[in-house]
C-alpha cells in the first residue's frame, strides 16, 4: 500500500521558518515526481514546488526565493523549507507523488497520490 506520511507543519511568526516532510515508500520515491500543493480556506489547491525524480525543481511565483525543495533519496523524504513566511502562506499543504506512466519491479502505476495534509499557520 503507497502511503506518503507527512510532518513539520503548524504554527509561525510572519518571517518564520518551517520545514516540512514527506515520507514515501521505495517504490513511489524512486520513480515519482513529487512536490506539495497547498489550499487556503476559499482558494483553490495551488501547486507550490515540485521536485522531479531527477532532482529538477519548479516553484511557485509566490514562493521562489522563500521556499525550497529537496530530497533524501535514502530517507525516502521529500523536504519542504518554508523561510520568510508570510500570512498569506497559511493554508493546508499536500504532499503529492506523480509516478503515472512509469513501471518499478514490473508494476506499471496509473494514479498519483496525495499525503494526507499539514496544517501552517503564519501569524503574529
Known amino acids: 500500500q503507497v502511503q506518503l506520511v507527512e510532518s513539520g507543519g503548524g504554527l509561525a511568526q510572519p518571517g518564520g521558518s518551517l520545514r516540512l516532510s514527506c515520507t514515501a515508500s521505495?517504490?513511489?520515491?524512486?520513480?515519482?515526481?513529487m512536490g506539495w500543493y497547498r489550499q487556503a480556506p476559499g482558494k483553490k489547491r495551488e501547486l507550490v514546488a515540485r521536485?522531479?525524480?531527477?532532482?529538477?525543481?519548479n516553484y511557485a511565483d509566490s514562493v521562489k526565493g522563500r521556499f525550497s525543495i529537496s530530497k533524501d533519496n535514502a530517507k525516502t523524504t521529500v523536504y519542504l523549507q518554508m523561510n520568510s513566511l508570510k500570512p498569506e502562506d497559511t493554508a493546508v499543504y499536500y504532499c503529492y507523488a506523480d509516478p503515472r506512466g512509469r513501471y518499478f519491479g514490473g508494476i506499471y502505476y496509473s494514479s498519483d497520490y496525495w499525503g494526507q495534509g499539514t496544517q501552517v499557520t503564519v501569524s503574529s
Open positions: 521505495r517504490n513511489i520515491f524512486s520513480i515519482s515526481d
Open positions: 521536485i522531479s525524480s531527477g532532482g529538477s525543481t
